[in-house]
């Protein structure tokens, strides 16, 4: 960091954790003139995964920290969104993306590769004079002071700032401190791959986000890196008892938990060379998220699953939020906390409990999935579009309202 960028920042926050979150409070803190210190536990800041959706919210967010440009640059944009029946390979439900959608949302719905979005913050980040990274840092101690923190990591080296942010996590040492709550396992288990085109299945070649909808499982494919790559992932209902993790998968697994499906879907499972396994977790909402100077964001604060492709768009909008809460109460650190608190509590509660519902729907078996295969039928585009109109409509002039 530059001496002169230092001797103009006023305050000085520690972002905890780099990853999409931690990276876009980074570039959100310095809009508003503050000095960022990031710590990153792993050796190298990066992302492990495979791809993840974007909708319209995320355009927004990630065009208000200044990187919309270059995440555009790496998405594929799709046609629609497909909702097959993975039984009987029937269409349940498609909504158009296209040129109707963006003008609706004023922003278009892409797909992208976990590396590739994380890239597109992280270089503006590399570039910004007001942020230092430090990797290899895992904080075990947190001490909140009336004018600010100290914290103290694995090595015993202590960092004093202003406050601090917790972008770390499902296993958030942040939240820990704060709130002290224990992670659901949902007991649902999500395998993730990527595939290069010519080892995908021709019939699957669609540009789209295609959700298959079994019973007690569901799977998803969509182009990836320009429409070379395909990612694919495909959740079940686990047989055993989970505890969050990742692992490396085991396709023999995967196979036995898709017997039932449709040969079409089915086919996709034997393409990847390699799967990731995650034993996935969410959180109840809660009503407190922070105290002091300190609070958390993304994942440390609402962790989700993956039935509404919003876990990395929550983050961005908190980001852009708590930046916008700074501003709103004149670099007030404690008061902007608990406004953007106040404000990101609500909106991301619904999704996580939206998400959970949605997870049911996808999972439907019986009667429940013959109500899901009828629940939009005869529904036009414009009833689609109100539908998602709370979820999509957010950006950087109605955040302060929560989206509305």
């Not at 960091?1 to 926050?13: H, L, Y």
């Not at 959180?283 to 994942?299: C, H, N, S, Y």
């Not at 852009?320 to 909106?347: H, M, W």
Request: glycine share 10%; aromatic share 8%.
């Amino acid at each position: 960091m530059s001496t002169e960028a230092q001797k103009q920042a006023q305050q000085k926050v520690i972002v905890i954790g780099g990853g999409i979150g931690g990276l876009a409070a980074a570039m959100a803190l310095t809009q508003q003139g503050i000095e960022v210190l990031l710590l990153e536990q792993a050796e190298q800041i990066g992302e492990i995964g495979a791809g993840i959706q974007l909708g319209p919210n995320a355009y927004a967010a990630l065009d208000a920290l200044g990187v919309g440009e270059a995440a555009r640059n790496r998405s594929v944009f799709p046609d629609y969104l497909l909702m097959m029946d993975a039984v009987d390979a029937h269409e349940i439900a498609k909504v158009d993306v296209g040129p109707a959608f963006r003008t609706r949302f004023g922003n278009p719905y892409g797909v992208i590769h976990r590396a590739d979005i994380h890239l597109s913050i992280l270089e503006a980040v590399e570039k910004h004079p007001l942020i230092t990274f430090k990797t290899h840092t895992r904080i075990v101690d947190m001490e909140l002071k009336g004018d600010g923190v100290v914290l103290t990591d694995q090595h015993g080296n202590r960092y004093e700032a202003d406050a601090v942010i917790g972008c770390d996590g499902v296993k958030s040492v942040v939240r820990e401190r704060l709130v002290g709550d224990a992670a659901r396992v949902t007991g649902h288990v999500v395998y993730r791959a990527v595939v290069d085109l010519e080892d995908m299945p021709e019939d699957l070649r669609i540009n789209a986000p295609v959700v298959w909808a079994g019973p007690h499982c569901h799977l998803v494919h969509y182009p990836l890196r320009g429409g070379k790559q395909y990612n694919l992932v495909v959740t079940f209902h686990s047989r055993d008892k989970e505890e969050w993790s990742v692992t490396e998968g085991s396709k023999e697994e995967v196979l036995s938990y898709f017997e039932g499906v449709h040969p079409r879907p089915r086919q996709m499972l034997d393409r990847p060379k390699s799967w990731r396994r995650w034993a996935t977790a969410d959180r109840d909402p809660v009503e407190k998220w922070g105290e002091g100077r300190a609070t958390i964001l993304g994942d440390a604060a609402h962790p989700m699953t993956q039935y509404l492709a919003q876990g990395a768009c929550m983050a961005l909008e908190d980001a852009v939020t708590l930046g916008q809460a700074i501003r709103t109460c004149g670099n007030d650190l404690e008061k902007a906390f608990r406004l953007y608190e106040s404000i990101r509590i609500p909106r991301t509660g619904r999704v996580v409990l939206s998400a959970r519902e949605m997870g049911r729907i996808y999972h439907a078996k019986g009667v429940e999935r013959q109500i899901r295969n009828n629940l939009w039928v005869g529904r036009t585009q414009e009833q689609f579009y109100d539908a998602l109109q709370w979820l999509y409509g957010w950006n950087v002039d109605n955040c302060m309202q929560g989206g509305r």
